[in-house]
Antibody, heavy 121, light 111 residues
Framework: QITLKESGPMLVKPTQTLTLTCTFS??????????VGWIRQPPGKALEWLTLIYWNDDKRYSPSLKSRLTITKDTSKNQVVLTMTNMDPVDTATYYC?????????????WGQGTLVTVSS | QSVLTQPPSVSGAPGQRVTISCTGSSSNIGAGYDVHWYQQLPGTVPKVLIY???NRPSGVPDRFSGSKSGTSASLAITGLQAEDEADYYC???????????FGGGTKLTVL
């Protein structure tokens, strides 16, 4: 059974850097084709794809947020870390960690429970 | 403004059939990239409902079906049930953006 869980601060101040950790189990991020990503959802709004890291350390970023995002993995710890710099109130959202299976097409299943991050002074 | 366009809302009576459209362009759906659908029940985490245009994960009722044609895709729900009331999102890949993209979501109301 694949599970993912996000951890990190619930509240950050504007201009600060957000660091979120995804701890997963039930799969290995060293298996060919596998990836872990991040998707966010502002309250009452739509889903927004942020970033994806593959088993081979290939990284993809949302073009609109690329300058602010960094994704890294620690395969030995079964963890993926997302950092987002220069946080703004519009970044207030639930941040989900997601699993990308090893198939030829990228979809996300399962999802972590999500963590609500509020940006406010 | 989402790259993939969905109607903000649809509704139907129990037992009826509803469809939710997802309209893209030549750089995403029209380029042949797969479309995936997610269901987000109220207060819950999204889960994949249809993957790769028309495939249902185990456990998803066959009342849900997906199709794709040209630059659009559709999710059909037959035999509508109260428990189907949720937000539905389509997702694909966009080669111009070199990024995965979601539709703006559709809220399904069961009357």
């Amino acid at each position: 059974q694949i599970t993912l869980k996000e951890s990190g601060p619930m509240l950050v101040k504007p201009t600060q850097t957000l660091t979120l950790t995804c701890t997963f189990s039930g799969f290995s991020l060293s298996t060919s084709g596998v990836g872990v990503g991040w998707i966010r959802q502002p309250p009452g709004k739509a889903l927004e794809w942020l970033t994806l890291i593959y088993w081979n350390d290939d990284k993809r970023y949302s073009p609109s947020l690329k300058s602010r995002l960094t994704i890294t993995k620690d395969t030995s710890k079964n963890q993926v870390v997302l950092t987002m710099t220069n946080m703004d109130p519009v970044d207030t959202a639930t941040y989900y960690c997601v699993h990308r299976g090893g198939g030829s097409s990228t979809y996300y299943s399962p999802w972590g429970q999500g963590t609500l991050v509020t940006v406010s002074s | 403004q989402s790259v993939l366009t969905q109607p903000p809302s649809v509704s139907g009576a129990p037992g009826q059939r509803v469809t939710i459209s997802c309209t893209g362009s030549s750089s995403n759906i029209g380029a042949g990239y797969d479309v995936h659908w997610y269901q987000q029940l109220p207060g819950t985490v999204p889960k994949v409902l249809i993957y790769s245009n028309k495939n249902r994960p185990s456990g998803v009722p066959d009342r849900f079906s997906g199709s794709k044609s040209g630059t659009s895709a559709s999710l059909a729900i037959t035999g509508l049930q109260a428990e189907d009331e949720a937000d539905y999102y389509c997702q694909s890949y966009d080669s111009s953006l070199t990024a995965w993209v979601f539709g703006g979501g559709t809220k399904l109301t069961v009357l």
